[in-house]
C-alpha cells in the first residue's frame, strides 16, 4: 500500500455520548469520536476508525469476518489500536447525533466507499473541536492469501503504523 503523508483536519462535534459495542471476539468498539480520543490519548494508541454499512454491505460483512474475528487481528487490535465504529445502516436506527458525527468524519475523511478504514490520531483543539492527523488508509485485503486475508491487512496496517512512527520520530530530531 502506498503511503500517503499526514493530513491535518479540523471539525468539531456538538455532543458527547458514550457509546461501545463489544463484539464477540472481546474487542471494543467506540462509536464516539470523543470517547475514543480521550482513551487513544490516555493509551498513546491510534484511532482505527471502521466506516461500514453494518446492516448491508457485504464487503464490510466479510472484512469482520476474514480479518476482525481473527485471532492475529484481535491480539493486534488490543495491543495496538483504538478501536472506533462509524456504522451508515440502512435499516437499523441510529440516533440522529450518531448520524451527525459519523457524516461529518466521513466527509472530513474523505471516505466514498466501505469498508474503509483509517489509522489515525487526534487532538482537542481549543474551541472542542478534533484535529485528526491521517496516518493511513485500509480497505478490504487484497492479493492475499485465500483463507488468511487478516495476514495481508495487518502487514498493511503495521506498515503505516511503523512509517507514522519513523516520520514523527524524525519531525523530533
Not at 493486534?76 to 441510529?94: N, T
Not at 483509517?118 to 482537542?124: G, I, Y
Request: overall charge positive.
Amino acid at each position: 500500500m502506498k503511503y500517503i503523508g499526514l493530513l491535518f483536519l479540523t471539525f468539531t462535534l456538538s455532543y458527547a455520548h458514550a457509546e461501545t459495542r463489544t463484539d464477540t471476539s472481546g474487542l471494543i468498539w467506540y462509536t464516539d469520536l470523543a470517547v475514543a480520543h480521550k482513551k487513544s490519548e490516555e493509551s498513546k494508541k491510534p484511532i482505527f476508525a471502521f466506516f461500514t454499512g453494518s446492516d448491508w454491505c457485504g464487503w464490510c460483512k466479510m472484512l469482520q469476518k476474514d480479518v476482525f474475528a481473527k485471532k492475529a487481528f484481535i491480539d493486534w487490535a488490543k495491543e495496538s489500536v483504538i478501536l472506533l465504529e462509524l456504522d451508515f445502516p440502512k435499516r437499523v436506527p441510529q440516533k440522529r447525533e450518531q448520524q451527525i458525527q459519523n457524516q461529518n468524519l466521513q466527509r472530513a475523511l474523505g471516505v466514498s466507499g466501505y469498508p474503509t478504514v483509517w489509522l489515525m490520531n487526534s487532538e482537542l483543539k481549543d474551541n472542542g473541536g478534533y484535529h485528526l492527523i491521517k496516518l493511513g488508509k485500509l480497505g478490504y485485503p487484497r492479493g492475499g492469501e485465500k483463507g488468511k486475508e487478516e495476514v495481508q491487512f495487518l502487514l498493511e496496517a503495521k506498515t503505516i503504523l511503523n512509517r507514522a512512527a519513523t516520520e514523527a520520530a524524525r519531525k523530533k530530531e
